[in-house]
C-alpha cells in the first residue's frame, strides 16, 4: 500500500469514502508515523488506541450512516485543549498530569465530524513564545534542515510548534493551534504549511487554556489551504458557553473555495517595509504581489500608519490578561502543590508558582501584573487599550480602499534552537507582521510561497475584513496554485 501520510486531508477523505483503503489503515500508518519521529519531540501524549477506535467507528459507519466531514482522518491537538481523560497540561509543569473530565468545545466539535486524535502536541508553555523552547517538555526539533550540509537544529516556530513540526513532517495530517499573536501563522511559515486564524469569536475558547482571553482564537493548521477550509468548518460554530462566541451560521468555505479574485483589490502597507527583513523575504513579497495581480486582483497602495505601536501595544495586554489568568494556579485545587516545610499559605502559593512556571510566564506575569498595578494602570494598560483601537480603526480604513492586505509572515526564516532565548525582545521580533491582526481580531492566513537561500520556507501573510474567512481561504489558494510549493523536508529522524 502507498505512503498515506503523504496525502491531505481532500485525499484521505476521498479515498476512505471511495473505499481505496479504510480508516484503520490511515490510523495505523499515522501511529507508526508518530513513534518513528520521537526524535522531534513533538508530541507530549500519544493516543493510539483513540486513532484506531475512531477509525474503527468510521469504517463501520462508511457501510451504511451519515459519514461526517472528518470521518476516518487521525489529527494531532495542541496541548492546550481540554481532552476528557488525558493529559492537558498547556506545556507547563504547573499542570503536570492534569487530566480534564470535560472536552474542549473545538475538539468536541472535531470528534462529531468523526476525527480520531492521534496525541496532543507539544508548545511552548501557556503559549507563550515563538520558538517551542519554553515548554517543560523540551523544545520541538523542525524537521526541515538547512542546505548547508549543516545539523544544527532549527525551531519550529510557537506557540504551536509541535503542531506545525507534525503537519510539516507528515504525522499528522493536520492539527488545531491557537493563535494570540502569530502562534498559528508564524510556525506554519517556518515549516512550509497553511495556517488560518479565523476571526475573533469565530471558534470557541471554552476548554482552551487561557492565556490572553480577548486575544486567543483557535484555528486549524494543515498542508493545503483547501485543508484548512474543512478543518476550520468543523472546528467552527456558536457556543453558549463562550461569551466571546459568535451567534452565527457556520460557512461553506471549502465550497466557496475559488482563486478567481477578479474584482478584488488587494493591500499593500508601506508600514511592513521595515529594515533589517531579508532580501529573500521582500523578493517573495513582490512574487507574491504579481501571483495575487494573475489572479484577478487590483493592488493598491494602503496606510496602516499605528503598526509601528502594534508589538509594544500587544506586549502590554497579552501579559496583563496572562497575570490575571494565571492567577488560578495556585497549589489548591489541581496541578503541582509544593509545600515548604513550615510553610503558610502564602509559602505554599510562593512555592508552587516558582517551582511551576518557567522563566518565560514569569517574566511576562511580572510585566503583566506591574502595568495592572494603581500606579501604572493608566499609563500602560489604558493607554495600550487606546491604541489598539486605533489600529483596529487603521485596518477599517484600508478596507475601505481593498478587501484584503498581503503582507510577510515573518521577519524572517526558522531560526537556530537558542539563537535568540537570551535575547527575548530579539524573539518578541518575530511577531512584528502577525500581532496588528490579532490586536483587531481579524482573519489571516499564512501560505507557503517558496524557500530562501538556505532552502528554508517562507510564507505570505493574507489579512481579511471581519468575518471574510472565505476571501482569506480564496486568495491563500490563489497564491497556493501559482507558487506551487511542494518542497518537504527530509526524513532525516
Not at 486524535?117 to 524537521?143: C, H, Q, R, W
Request: glycine share 12%; charged share 20%; net charge negative.
Amino acid at each position: 500500500m502507498s505512503d498515506l501520510t503523504l496525502l491531505s486531508i481532500a485525499e484521505l477523505r476521498d479515498g476512505f469514502r471511495s473505499g481505496e483503503f479504510t480508516a484503520r489503515e490511515i490510523a495505523e500508518q499515522y501511529n507508526a508515523a508518530v513513534y518513528a519521529a520521537r526524535a522531534l519531540n513533538a508530541y507530549t501524549v500519544e493516543t493510539p488506541d483513540d486513532a484506531l477506535a475512531a477509525a474503527d467507528a468510521a469504517d463501520k459507519a462508511r457501510g451504511g450512516g451519515e459519514l461526517g466531514s472528518l470521518a476516518g482522518i487521525p489529527l494531532g491537538i495542541k496541548d492546550l485543549f481540554a481532552t476528557r481523560g488525558v493529559n492537558t497540561t498547556a506545556g507547563s509543569r504547573i499542570l503536570k498530569d492534569f487530566k480534564p473530565r470535560y472536552e474542549s468545545t473545538v475538539t468536541a466539535n472535531l470528534r462529531k465530524a468523526g476525527a480520531g486524535m492521534l496525541g496532543k502536541l507539544n508548545m511552548d508553555e501557556f503559549a507563550m513564545g515563538s520558538s517551542n523552547e519554553t515548554s517543560a517538555y523540551g523544545p520541538v526539533i523542525s524537521p526541515w534542515r538547512r542546505n548547508d550540509g549543516g545539523n544544527a537544529a532549527l525551531a519550529p516556530g510557537g506557540s504551536s510548534g509541535g503542531s506545525s513540526a507534525a503537519v510539516a513532517a507528515g504525522i499528522a495530517p493536520a492539527a488545531t493551534g491557537t493563535d494570540t499573536g502569530g502562534s498559528i501563522r508564524q510556525p506554519a511559515a517556518f515549516t512550509g504549511i497553511c495556517g488560518i486564524k479565523p476571526t475573533y469569536g469565530r471558534c470557541s475558547r471554552w476548554g482552551i487554556v487561557s492565556f490572553a482571553s480577548s486575544l486567543d482564537q483557535a484555528g486549524p493548521m494543515a498542508r493545503t489551504v483547501r485543508d484548512c477550509a474543512i478543518m476550520l468548518e468543523a472546528m467552527a460554530g456558536f457556543d453558549p458557553k463562550d461569551s466571546t462566541s459568535l451567534d452565527l451560521s457556520v460557512p461553506k468555505w471549502e465550497t466557496g473555495l475559488s482563486s478567481d479574485l477578479k474584482g478584488k483589490r488587494v493591500g499593500i502597507p508601506k508600514e511592513y517595509r521595515i529594515d533589517g527583513v531579508p532580501a529573500d523575504i521582500g523578493a517573495l513579497w513582490d512574487r507574491g504581489i504579481e501571483w495575487l495581480r494573475d489572479a484577478g486582483a487590483e493592488i493598491v497602495e494602503i496606510s496602516l500608519p499605528h503598526t509601528k505601536y502594534a508589538l509594544p501595544t500587544y506586549y502590554i495586554i497579552a501579559p496583563a490578561e496572562a497575570s490575571s489568568n494565571l492567577a488560578r494556579y495556585d497549589g489548591v485545587r489541581y496541578g503541582l502543590r509544593e509545600v515548604p516545610d513550615g510553610g503558610n499559605l502564602d509559602a505554599m502559593y510562593a512555592a508552587t508558582r516558582a517551582a511551576g512556571f518557567g522563566a518565560e510566564v514569569r517574566r511576562r506575569i511580572m510585566i503583566g501584573t506591574y502595568v495592572l498595578s494603581a500606579g501604572f494602570y493608566d499609563a500602560y494598560f489604558t493607554k495600550a487599550q487606546k491604541v489598539r483601537t486605533l489600529i483596529k480603526q487603521d485596518f477599517e480604513k484600508a478596507f475601505e480602499q481593498c478587501d484584503l492586505i498581503l503582507t510577510p509572515t515573518a521577519p524572517s526564516a526558522a531560526f537556530g534552537l537558542g539563537d535568540k532565548t537570551a535575547d527575548p525582545l530579539s524573539m518578541y521580533l518575530n511577531d512584528v507582521f502577525a500581532v496588528p491582526a490579532s490586536l483587531a481580531g481579524l482573519p489571516a492566513m499564512s501560505v507557503p510561497g517558496g524557500l530562501d537561500e538556505q532552502g528554508l520556507p517562507l510564507g505570505l501573510h493574507l489579512i481579511g475584513r471581519e468575518l471574510d474567512e472565505q476571501g482569506v481561504l480564496n486568495a491563500g489558494l490563489a497564491i497556493e496554485e501559482r507558487a506551487g510549493f511542494t518542497a518537504k523536508p527530509a526524513r532525516w529522524w
